[in-house]
């Protein structure tokens, strides 16, 4: 079965930072795979997704995200981060011939001012 | 447009309690998702309907959970004599297309909080 692991459970950074998530997976076939963003009080919303090609994709907000294959990952970055970014972070992933996602079990991020 | 809502979003139950929880998809969204989020942990999945259709519920926990879509759009999950361990949010999420007709974006609900005492 497939499992999804985001090692950081919770970041706290300061305005103007970069930020990395990690998020890795377990299954080897092919995989689609998403981060979703949940801010305070908001619903659960999708922020960027790769199914296929550049494995460098671009979201919403200025979030990317990088699939490696060889690693199993797909790691969320921001170049500067600021303090509306302030929520949980979900990835999640669908393995081949499968519909139903996966999720790891998020990330809180806290951007102080 | 309005998006996904549930109701309550807020429930608490006595163990041992049948508990209802409801979700009213987008217009005209064929298909239908439930999830469990526990405490510090991501969703789960539950259950899914195309339209009226259940056409998972692989992870349906217990015979305890029964859900139902009778018309193709609003859907309830019951619990039936609700355990502390039930004690999680709910999500559900709708999406336009059938499974099968490529990638459909999932629209989450803000979900119903229960909390079984």
């Known amino acids: 079965a497939q499992s999804v692991s985001q090692h950081n459970h919770h970041v706290i950074l300061s305005e103007a930072a970069s930020l990395e998530l990690g998020c890795n997976y377990s299954?080897?076939?092919?995989?689609?795979l998403f981060w979703y963003v949940q801010y305070p009080g908001q619903h659960l919303q999708l922020l960027l997704k790769y199914f296929s090609g550049d494995p460098l994709v671009k979201g919403i907000k200025g979030f990317e995200a990088e699939f490696i294959k060889s690693k199993f990952s797909f790691n969320l970055r921001k170049p500067s981060v600021q303090w509306s970014d302030t929520a949980e972070y979900f990835c999640a992933v669908i393995s081949g011939g499968s519909y139903i996602p996966t999720f790891g079990r998020g990330t809180s991020l806290i951007v102080h001012p | 447009g309005a998006g996904v809502s549930q109701s309550p979003r807020y429930k608490v139950a006595k163990r041992g309690q049948d508990v209802a929880l409801r979700c009213d998809p987008i217009?005209?969204?064929?298909?239908l998702f439930w999830y469990q989020q526990a405490l510090g942990q991501g969703p789960e999945f539950l259950t899914y309907?195309?339209?009226?259709?259940?056409?998972?519920k692989s992870g349906l926990p217990s015979d305890r959970f029964f859900a139902e879509r009778p018309e193709g759009s609003v859907s309830t999950l019951k619990i039936q004599r609700t355990q502390q361990e039930d004690s999680a949010v709910y999500l559900c999420?709708?999406?336009?297309?059938?499974?099968?007709?490529?990638?459909?974006?999932?629209?989450f609900g803000p979900g119903t909080r229960l909390t079984v005492l």
């Open positions: 217009s005209g969204h064929v298909s």
């Open positions: 999420a709708s999406s336009l297309g059938a499974l099968g007709q490529g990638y459909n974006e999932q629209f």
């Open positions: 309907f195309q339209n009226e259709a259940q056409l998972d």
């Open positions: 299954y080897g076939g092919t995989v689609n």
